[in-house]
């Protein structure tokens, strides 16, 4: 038996990087071992929901004081961790190297492509970040599924920092060394987001799953050893690349709409992001299609970011207006013409993967869009300006879709990296299995 200790901060059946690289690598993993997913939940989701998911067993941060005892009770023989700023990462991060534990990870969306232009963020942007983080803070939120859990946002964030302190308190023993830890740890955050820069050698793994060159790069740059990375690909977009080679010329004339949210209010760009404004470009979007003739409209919020419950509250006045949070992208955007969204994000890459004409309905008036700066998204800058758009953006995709498919394939690659993780992985588990023994 192989045991695997994965960090995450929700259930596995709500999608992000790491529950779609799980939920794809596993069944075929399990063929060639015997292997046991511990997967510990980050945020404070509680532990009355009895979400079906047999292939894993829930683990719950609360109930370990630190990073050393969870390794300590569960002995696994790998820990999953993602590479960067993530708090409770970084503490099994320093658990593992104290423990000698291997561990792996993949590189979560990083590349010198990334979807806002950094650069560009004004100090203005910068200050609003500032007073954004601090209203976050201080809400709550809610899941589709959960609406019964009230998350913290500024509580969640409190645990995680209590828990990586407590971790190296353990490890260290004093608070003489505890403290100088810490604050490099957000010195370097501070840096990271002052100068739009990665640094990862303190956060590194034995292995690194790259999506592409680019990435590759940039970790390098950031001090991650070059035989640690084999870039495979992204599993984030196999079953995207699956699907777009199963759609159909379209049968009727339903014109079905997906506006993809984005959580932007982090600003990783310069953006007049704020709930206001948010609010707006929600209710202009259900006002102009909740009773459009062959016109269905569906919402779809970011799967963790994002308030269920405040959307439901925006559109409860639209009684045709299709709303969802966890339901899977890949299958949203089979069943849709055209996508509609604020800005570059995930879910808006794997509709580019997918052949999907996109609008940026540029609202928040983000600078340094990936999708506006490569010519792969056709711009909307007000709601006089969408008709405009909706006559013309299949037409501005299919002139531009020679560049838009060379860039898919360098970035994203050709749809098969999950059999290159299988591979790797499985000669990775298979070299500690030998050392160990197991």
Known sequence: MFKILVINDSFPHINNRTTIFFNNIIPHLSKLIEVKVYWLITDGYGQKHNVIFPQYEYLFMSDFKNAMETCEKIKPDAIYHLVGLHVVDYAFVIAKKILKIPSFSIGEGYSENDHFDVRQQTMTAKKIQILEYIGQFFETKSIQDQKDVKKSRGMNFIKKTLFLIKTIKTVNRSWVKTIPIMWEFFQIGRQQAKKGFHKFSKFGADIIFAENMSQVKLLVTGGIKRENIVMVGSPVFDN?????????????????????????????????????????????????FDNAPNTTLTIKIHPISENYEEYENILEPFKNVNLCQIDYIVDLLEKSDIVITPCTSTAATIALVMKKPIIIWNHFQVMGDLFLRKGFALECKNKDEIEYCLENVKEFTDQNKEKIDKFVKEEYGDGYATQRIITELGKWIKNIKKNKQI
């Open 240 to 288: 995207a690349f699956a699907k777009r080679k199963q759609l159909s010329e379209k049968i009727n004339n339903k014109l079905n709409i997906l506006f993809i949210t984005a959580n932007i209010s982090g600003l990783q760009g310069s953006s007049k992001w704020t709930k206001s404004k948010r609010n707006q470009i929600t209710i202009a979007m259900a006002d102009r």
